[in-house]
């Protein structure tokens, strides 16, 4: 997958720019991560573990602090339930959770 995006990002970087290239490679980061959200049933899991519709188990400020430390706990994620995900796949799944409830660095 990462391959992927290395040459997707050099296309587009001869196309535009590296303006232009760092834009789309941010925004098929985005949709991979929340794509991987939705297969891999996040938020089901996280209303089996708090209740409701599961948003609780986002609480900025509390245990995740940094953008490091999101990354670690969707790392933890990945490990425990043996969700396979590659590490650029993490990141990707760690900043959309940053760009739709923490707003860390």
Not at 3 to 19: H, I, M, N
Not at 68 to 92: D, K
Request: net charge neutral.
């Amino acid at each position: 997958m990462f391959k992927r995006f290395v040459v997707f990002a050099t296309l587009s970087w001869l196309a535009g720019g590296p303006a232009f290239a760092a834009q789309e490679l941010d925004a098929q980061e985005l949709n991979l991560g929340a794509g991987l959200i939705e297969q891999h049933r996040c938020a089901e899991c996280h209303a089996r573990r708090v209740g409701g519709d599961g948003s609780a188990i986002y609480r900025p400020g509390l245990r995740i602090t940094s953008a490091g430390a999101l990354r670690g706990m969707v790392e933890q994620c990945n490990t425990e339930l043996n969700l396979g995900m590659f590490p650029e796949e993490v990141s990707a799944v760690a900043r959309v959770l940053n760009q739709r409830h923490y707003g860390l660095d």
